[in-house]
T-cell receptor, first 113, second 113 residues
Framework: GDSVTQMEGPVTLSEEAFLTINCTYT??????LFWYVQYPGEGLQLLLK?????DKGSNKGFEATYRKETTSFHLEKGSVQVSDSAVYFC????????????FGKGTKLSVIP | EAQVTQNPRYLITVTGKKLTVTCSQN?????MSWYRQDPGLGLRQIYY???????DKGDVPEGYKVSRKEKRNFPLILESPSPNQTSLYFC????????????FGPGTRLTVL
């Protein structure tokens, strides 16, 4: 079955540090890939997405590139802020007509001033 | 404002006492879904619905029921809750042809004693 593997957290960074959260996947067909963010006490919000190989999703300074050859979708940000502290989930949907998101286990990021 | 709402946000109950968690969306979405989030496991789908009167099991449906009598509502029913159903529950929805853009509710934290 489909699966998503994220780097284990928690990750603690100082403000303005560079962030990478690794995500790799296993899927049949050609999945669409997502990063969701969950701020403390809130539901999940779509952060960015990519629907085909070599697409780059970007939002709020975060970026991720769909790498089919390495089955990866790593999340990056050049300079994190305290307000980026949250749990980040990598996810995928496979196939036309599929609605079920398959999530990774989540990576908790804490940014300290 | 487009949103998915859940009630209650927090609930503490005892084993065996039937409960319902409501989910409502105001975006005229066909697809609705329930997930549970547990530490170290990420989000797992419980049930989903493609439209009114159409529901199907997700990955972890045991101990849960759902109904979809109206397009906007998708309640989650625990007929006889048990402590292993203590979790954080999320409802999500999307348009039928926009599975890659799902909206999540704020979550319901359930504790079963």
């Amino acid at each position: 079955g489909d699966s998503v593997t994220q780097m284990e957290g928690p990750v603690t960074l100082s403000e303005e540090a560079f962030l990478t959260i690794n995500c790799t996947y296993t899927a049949t067909g050609y999945p669409s890939l997502f990063w969701y963010v969950q701020y403390p006490g809130e539901g999940l919000q779509l952060l960015l997405k990519a629907t085909k190989a070599d697409d780059k999703g970007s939002n709020k300074g975060f970026e991720a590139t769909y790498r089919k050859e390495t089955t990866s979708f790593h999340l990056e940000k050049g300079s994190v802020q305290v307000s980026d502290s949250a749990v980040y989930f990598c996810a995928l949907i496979t196939g036309a007509g599929s609605y079920q998101l398959t999530f990774g286990k989540g990576t908790k990021l804490s940014v300290i001033p | 404002e487009a949103q998915v709402t859940q009630n209650p946000r927090y609930l503490i109950t005892v084993t065996g006492k039937k409960l319902t968690v409501t989910c409502s969306q105001n975006m005229n979405h066909e697809y609705m879904s329930w997930y549970r989030q547990d530490p170290g496991l990420g989000l797992r789908q419980i049930y989903y619905s493609m439209n009114v009167e159409v529901t199907d099991k997700g990955d972890v449906p045991e101990g849960y029921k759902v109904s979809r009598k109206e397009k906007r509502n998708f309640p989650l029913i625990l007929e006889s809750p048990s402590p292993n159903q203590t979790s954080l529950y999320f409802c999500a929805s999307s348009l039928r042809d926009k599975a890659d853009t799902q909206y999540f509710g704020p979550g319901t934290r359930l504790t079963v004693l």
